[in-house]
């Protein structure tokens, strides 16, 4: 479901006002997996003229509309015309089937991402960063991150107040950089009850690469080492060096399952100093090798340290 915006805004800070139109085949209404339903405004096959952007959303018909001939034509055709080209999600997908992709480092939902990379081989899928930009072809990974990379195309063509300014109309952090991780080990348990220990999780999920020491992560929460080691201890059942290793092990386990980057360049992007240091995390927390995670059918389970009640993740 290919999204156009008319207006030809070609230099930066130009303040040009974008007419965001919704085209389908055939101008066919969309419904969504809600129910919601969205008016086509124009017909895929009537869209002629220069195009600022073309963006291919994602959701559950992504997998019809990647094998539709007639909508791959149009994105073909309608990509030609666009200045830059961009996804959403499993929009990816649409790209791909497009022939779009091939050679160009991409992004798309976690979840989906070594589908992706096994139906076109010919794509370098990176599900680590939120969005990728190579050349004028620009995919992000899961739904918010698409607000992510919306604002960093307004930053493109009007510079960054302008950005600021529409993030915070719209209440929104901004905004989140490109290589930002998509994943946090602590979206899969519930959420720590201290509110301290929830900011903080949600920071190392987040900045797996930087200094995520129990001095560093003290000093962010305003507490002493020893009582922030108490607060985790209580909430998480386990220290802060761990809850660090083991939120770096996760992440670092689904790019080895979803993406083809080697051990190494996912070591750097998870925080551990080299692909040895990887290789005995995973061996620690899940008890397997790289080499076995990529293998298996379904994420590793956590191994219960001796003494620990629950596993940390």
């Known amino acids: ?72 034509a149009q994105v073909r055709r309608l990509a030609e ?4 080209v961009a996804s959403v999600c499993t929009g990816t997908y649409v790209l791909a089937a497009a022939g779009l992709l091939d050679h160009r480092r991409v992004a798309t939902h976690w979840g989906y991402g070594e589908q992706l990379a096994t139906r076109h081989p010919a794509v370098a899928v990176d599900v680590g960063p939120l969005y990728i930009r190579d050349g004028n072809v620009y995919t992000s990974a899961g739904v918010t991150s698409a607000l992510d990379l919306t604002l960093s195309l307004i930053e493109d063509d009007h510079g960054p107040t302008l950005a600021r300014a529409v993030a915070r109309e719209l209440v929104s952090y ?18 720590p009850g201290d509110r301290m220990v929830r900011d903080l999780a949600g920071y190392i999920a987040s900045h797996l ?58 070591a750097r992007r998870c925080g551990f100093g080299s692909a ?3 290789r005995q995390a995973f061996l620690d927390h899940f008890g397997v090798s790289g080499d076995r995670i990529r293998r298996m059918p379904d994420m590793p389970r956590a191994r219960v340290p001796s003494g620990q009640k629950t596993p940390v993740s």
């Open 81 to 84: 015309r666009s200045r830059r």
């Open 1 to 72: 479901m290919p999204t156009t915006a008319d207006s030809l805004p070609r230099q930066p800070n130009e303040m040009t006002s974008y007419a965001i139109e919704l085209a389908t085949l055939g101008r066919r209404a969309a419904r969504s997996s809600a129910g919601i339903v969205l008016e086509a405004e124009r017909a895929l096959e009537a869209v002629t003229g220069r195009l600022d952007t073309l963006i291919v959303v994602g959701g559950v018909g992504y997998e019809c509309a990647a094998a539709d001939e007639r909508l791959l």
């Open 276 to 278: 040895q240091t990887l």
């Open 174 to 191: 901004l905004h989140r950089p490109a290589d930002q991780a998509q994943i946090s080990m602590f979206l899969g348990a519930p959420p």
């Open 209 to 266: 690469a930087e200094d995520l020491t129990p001095g560093a992560l003290a000093a962010r929460a305003g507490v002493s080492p020893r009582h922030l080691t108490r607060l985790f201890t209580a909430h998480l059942d386990t220290t802060p060096t761990r809850a660090v290793r083991a939120a770096r092990a996760e992440a670092a386990a689904h790019l080895v399952r979803s993406s083809g980057l080697s051990l190494a360049a996912i």
